[in-house]
T-cell receptor, first 110, second 114 residues
Framework: AQRVTQPEKLLSVFKGAPVELKCNYS??????LFWYVQYSRQRLQLLLR??SRESIKGFTADLNKGETSFHLKKPFAQEEDSAMYYC????????????FGQGTRLTINP | EPEVTQTPSHQVTQMGQEVILRCVPI?????FYWYRQILGQKVEFLVS????????KSEIFDDQFSVERPDGSNFTLKIRSTKLEDSAMYFC????????????FGPGTRLTVL
């Protein structure tokens, strides 16, 4: 079964502090992993995907197949990072869908 | 930058009524999706659509749901006889090259069933 788990519903950190949003997945095969973000009153939008191996807005995420994790990290949080973050998985073959985690609401305190 | 659009932004209906939610995907995209999010719960996949047919559907997408691409631009989700538990935010998405490609989401339609 395909499953994405984000253990933290809420995460609050101070501006300038490091941020790590956790994501674990279950998938029998090689998945494609994504982080989507939803800022207040905006639509869901892609933040980054593991295959791109790029840093977006200072965020990075490394796929750890041994731990089946895809944690999102940023060394220095900024107030504009406050948003809802969703980890999602897609199968490379066959499955025609994104499977989402429940989301983590990140609040950056000034 | 092209965006996925959805109408209406909010739909209120009585239980048992039919509703049609409309989406205009990004024009050169080939894959279309509907997801829903019940308040406080995760975003759930409903259906994917490619080459004028359903390519995958979830167990949520039962006989009361249907999708259609009536012309070259619109992609609709119809719920034939709404139930209270259909109240949710419904998101349309599209992608150029399949589900492992980036999916672009619309702003959503909030459906309230009374």
């Amino acid at each position: 079964a395909q499953r994405v788990t984000q253990p933290e519903k809420l995460l609050s950190v101070f501006k300038g502090a490091p941020v790590e949003l956790k994501c674990n997945y279950s998938y029998s095969g090689s998945p494609e992993l994504f982080w989507y973000v939803q800022y207040s009153r905006q639509r869901l939008q892609l933040l980054l995907r593991h295959i791109s191996r790029e840093s977006i807005k200072g965020f990075t995420a490394d796929l750890n197949k041994g731990e089946t994790s895809f944690h999102l990290k940023k060394p220095f949080a900024q107030e504009e990072d406050s948003a809802m973050y969703y980890c999602a998985l897609s199968g490379r073959q066959g499955a025609q869908k994104l499977v989402f985690g429940q989301g983590t609401r990140l609040t950056i305190n000034p | 930058e092209p965006e996925v659009t959805q109408t209406p932004s909010h739909q209120v209906t009585q239980m048992g009524q039919e509703v049609i939610l409309r989406c205009v995907p990004i024009s050169n995209h080939l894959y279309f999706y509907w997801y829903r999010q019940i308040l406080g719960q995760k975003v759930e996949f409903l259906v994917s659509f490619y080459n004028n047919e359903i390519s995958e559907k979830s167990e949520i997408f039962d006989d009361q749901f249907s999708v259609e691409r009536p012309d070259g631009s619109n992609f609709t989700l119809k719920i034939r006889s709404t139930k209270l538990e259909d109240s949710a935010m419904y998101f349309c998405a599209s992608s150029l090259a399949g589900p492992t490609d980036t999916q672009y989401f619309g702003p959503g339609t909030r459906l309230t069933v009374l």
